[in-house]
């Protein structure tokens, strides 16, 4: 594909936060009421939380939010040209928000924030124990987002018309579903490629409505076992064979005929599962010796980004599964959802 008209082609809008991890134990979870693998929005409860953990001995930050990693990442796949990849979401103006828009640079993202002074920057607590880690977000500011100040404005609208391919993490549906229906609709209307994440069980239980008002839209739809598993519970679908699940999904009501919807299901080390035109093929993914598995946060956007980095150059469906499993593969050797220089995909 040309070079030319390849900036901005793809579009991610979501929570921007700066990820806070550190190993922890089983007493630190049980003392916040956390699970060893799971993701929550933080509540009162949790505040203490994060000055804990900044308090503990080894510490990282990451630029984080999973949108946001995912774009990253696939920007990372394609190297040049840089901007491939442009990135709305809501910061606060503070020293956690000026480190978010210098990861984005650094990682050559064209990240467009909203910037308001009300709420500070978000944050995403990762309390590593061995290889689970449970994730606590507290919002803040990225739940500030705001449709008529942001993504009305004719100079960021218009990077949206620019792009081709389109992602957001099911997170985004409880900050701004406006946003998302104007965006998924635009790329529904003009026949562009809308992906949307499942993200964590909590979407499908409690945002149900926000997330089936958007469905219609979705050309690919992303998720893990769990999510998929939970997605099915609560649409009544009354199976927990990944496989089927993924048929019942493929088949729910669509506005855009002229793609076939595409369902895309991983399973961590077990087979990724997928709709092919009709049928649901199982892809197995890269092995790897669990003493390697260094940290499993950001493995399902590192998939995500791999993906997207093919799908944004028209590749094949398996390519596109292929580049997620090798980038996902990458990311669980390393803390946090970081990655070498240069990635080595062939």
Partial sequence: MPVTNFQNALFGMGNPLLDISAVVDKDFLDKYGLKPNDQILAEEKHKALFDEIVKKSKVEYHAGGSTQNSVKIAQWMIQEPHKVATFFGCIGTDHFGE????????????????????????????????????????????????????????????????????????????????????????????????????????????????????????????????????????????????????????????????????????????????????????????????????????????FVGGFLSELVQEKPLEECIRAGHYAANVIIRRVGCTFPEKPDFH
């Avoid at 709420?119 to 995403?124: K, Y």
């Avoid at 218009?158 to 790329?187: C, D, M, N, Q």
């Avoid at 496989?243 to 961590?268: D, H, S, W, Y």
């Fill in 99 to 302: 480190i978010l828009k210098q990861k984005a640079a650094e990682a050559h993202v064209d990240a467009h924030y909203y910037e308001q002074s009300q709420e500070p920057t978000g944050t995403c607590a990762a309390c590593i124990t061995g290889d689970n880690r449970s994730l606590v977000a507290n919002l803040a500011a990225a739940n500030c987002y705001n449709k008529e100040k942001h993504l009305d404005v004719d100079r960021n609208w218009s990077l949206v018309e620019k792009a081709r391919v389109y992602y957001i993490a099911g997170f985004f549906l409880t900050v701004s579903p406006e946003s998302i229906l104007k965006v998924a609709k635009h790329a529904s209307d003009n026949n562009k490629i809308f992906g949307l994440n499942l993200s964590a069980p909590f979407i499908s239980q409690f945002f149900k409505e926000p997330l089936m008002k958007v469905m219609p839209y979705v050309d690919i739809i992303f998720g893990n076992e769990t999510e998929a598993a939970t997605f099915a519970k609560e649409q009544g679908f009354e199976t927990e064979d990944i496989a089927e699940i993924a048929r019942r999904v493929q088949c729910l009501p669509k506005v855009n005929k002229n793609r076939q919807r595409i369902v895309v299901f991983t399973q961590g080390r077990e087979d990724t599962v997928a709709t092919v035109g009709d049928k649901v093929k199982m892809f197995p993914v890269l092995d790897i010796d669990q003493n390697d598995i260094v940290d499993t946060n950001g493995a399902g956007d590192a």
